[in-house]
């Protein structure tokens, strides 16, 4: 596993969740309690205009899980500050993970992911600690 020492927190919240900024605060002092840096957070909210409301649970994105706006803020912040992941307080499924990997050009984590510690999982440990059973070939 690869150590990380700085990041970026992010997370997708309805506009109903009125304790996002508590959430996104239980996960600084997660990633600082093992020994990270948190180097910027965003948020993005869904739910705020009359279309969202309907949608609130969903992603943005199937590719993403966020906006193509925030994602370019992310984008950008991750660039200028040379942060080592970025973590999502949301879950992600491989390919959004994936996906979010390959446009922010670091590894993406989520707050499941911590409790291995600040570290860069691999996919089958990624698959492993969310209850993924390994894919086996037939004989």
Known sequence: MTAIHSVILAGLFPA???DYA????????????LGGQVLGRFV????????????????LSR?????R???????????S??????????????YQRRWLSTRLG??????????QGLACPTESQHRASHGHKPN???A
């Open 81 to 94: 500050t040379n942060a080592d992941a970025v973590v999502f307080i949301n879950d992600l499924t491989s």
């Open 44 to 59: 993005q909210r869904r739910g705020v205009s009359d279309g969202g409301v309907r949608l609130m649970s969903s992603p």
């Open 136 to 138: 086996r070939r037939r």
């Open 22 to 33: 508590d959430r996104l605060d239980e996960l600084q002092a997660q990633v600082t309690a």
């Open 69 to 79: 706006g925030k994602l370019d803020e992310i984008v950008t912040t991750r660039s």
């Open 16 to 18: 109903k969740d009125r």
């Open 106 to 115: 670091c590894p993406v984590l989520t707050q499941a992911d911590l409790a």
């Open 63 to 67: 590719r993403f899980l966020i906006g």
